[in-house]
Nanobody
């Protein structure tokens, strides 16, 4: 069982940056692939970024490549999402995700979800 808690959301102007963090409980964090998803109002939840358990494999949605960076610190049980050049289309609730599989890439299952953190990008 993994409990995930996101933080770092807020209001930012278009072109600005935010850093989201996700703290995970448990002693086996380093065995989980981690990821970030987002859900905009009236839309389905979509994959944003994923990182393998060891951190070597990283995957991004085309819409955020080059602007977002996912990272993890297995010693601190945390995964982060650095978001730069944010656009109004990035307004959404951002969710942290975890799974025992080798990777979270958008087409793979997710076993655990956080409660989400709101990101609002003003134009």
């Amino acid at each position: 069982q993994v409990h995930l808690v996101e933080s770092g959301g807020g209001l930012v102007q278009a072109g600005g940056s935010l850093r989201l963090s996700c703290a995970a409980s448990g002693r086996t964090f380093s065995t989980y692939a981690m990821g970030w998803f987002r859900q905009a109002p009236g839309k389905e939840r979509e994959f944003v970024a994923g990182i393998s358990s060891g951190g070597a494999g990283k995957f991004y949605a085309n819409s955020v490549k080059g602007r977002f960076t996912i990272s993890r610190d297995n010693a601190k049980n945390t995964v982060s999402l650095e978001m730069n050049s944010l656009q109004p289309g990035g307004t959404a609730v951002y969710y942290c995700a975890a799974d025992r599989g080798p990777v979270i890439s958008g087409s793979t299952p997710v076993a655990y979800w956080g409660q989400g953190t709101q990101v609002t990008v003003s134009s």
